[in-house]
Antibody, heavy 122, light 110 residues
Framework: EVQLLESGGGLVQPGGSLRLSCAAS????????MTWVRQAPEKGLEWVSS????????YYAASVKGRFTISRDNSNNTLYLQMNSLRAEDTAVYFC???????????????WGQGTLVTVSS | QSVLTQPPLVSAAPGQKVTISCSGS????????VSWYQQLPGTAPKLLIF???KRPSEIPDRLSGSKSGTSATLGITGLQTGDEADYYC???????????FGGGTKVTVL
């Protein structure tokens, strides 16, 4: 069964930076696009960013474009989300999830990790 | 404001059937596959339906999905207390180049 384990969340001040990681196992990591989805407290799901299996295709939500960067290390089966210029409204649980194919586009995610909490507050 | 529209709440008695609607447009549901997810309190979303109407092997056939035009529907028959959760629809939007979700529907068992 697919396993996705997020880490790197925590408390950060407004304007600060944080890098999230997602360790993947039990599937051929470089054959699947990956995505980050977040959920603010008591709110619904909000897509953040997606990346293709090779890493050469990326997409971002308008709310994070220019501040967040998605990347992946296929040699270590790890997905990353570099978050800069963080704002209070970025406070959320961040989930990584795998896409059904190698592309970064065209479909919603399949399997999800358990999430990591990011809190942006002074 | 979510791109996809779901009712905030649906309720039914144990053993009954509920349906959850998900309304979109030609740039999302109308041209792409829809997935459905269940989120129990404090847990990650779990895939229930993919490609409009397909179930992962571990999902019981009490759950079903369908799509018509720019709308999709999730059905749950034989409602159980364990079905109490939030349910989300999701798809790709060609105009936004983004994954889009509905706002979520809370299912309660009366």
């Amino acid at each position: 069964e697919v396993q996705l384990l997020e880490s790197g969340g925590g408390l950060v001040q407004p304007g600060g930076s944080l890098r999230l990681s997602c360790a993947a196992s039990r599937f051929t990591f470089n054959s699947y696009g990956m995505t980050w989805v977040r959920q603010a407290p008591e709110k619904g799901l909000e897509w953040v960013s997606s990346i293709s299996g090779s890493g050469d295709e990326t997409y971002y939500a308008a709310s994070v474009k220019g501040r967040f960067t998605i990347s992946r290390d296929n040699s270590n089966n790890t997905l990353y989300l570099q978050m800069n210029s963080l704002r209070a409204e970025d406070t959320a649980v961040y989930f990584c999830a795998c896409l059904p194919g190698i592309s970064a586009s065209g479909a919603p995610p399949d399997f999800w990790g358990q999430g990591t909490l990011v809190t942006v507050s002074s | 404001q979510s791109v996809l529209t779901q009712p905030p709440l649906v309720s039914a008695a144990p053993g009954q059937k509920v349906t959850i609607s998900c309304s979109g447009s030609s740039s999302n549901i109308g041209n792409n596959y829809v997935s459905w997810y269940q989120q129990l309190p404090g847990t990650a979303p779990k895939l229930l339906i993919f490609d409009n109407n397909k179930r992962p092997s571990e999902i019981p056939d009490r759950l079903s999905g369908s799509k018509s035009g720019t709308s999709a529907t999730l059905g749950i028959t034989g409602l159980q207390t364990g079905d109490e959760a939030d349910y989300y629809c999701g798809t790709w939007d060609d105009s936004l180049s983004a994954v889009v979700f509905g706002g979520g529907t809370k299912v309660t068992v009366l």
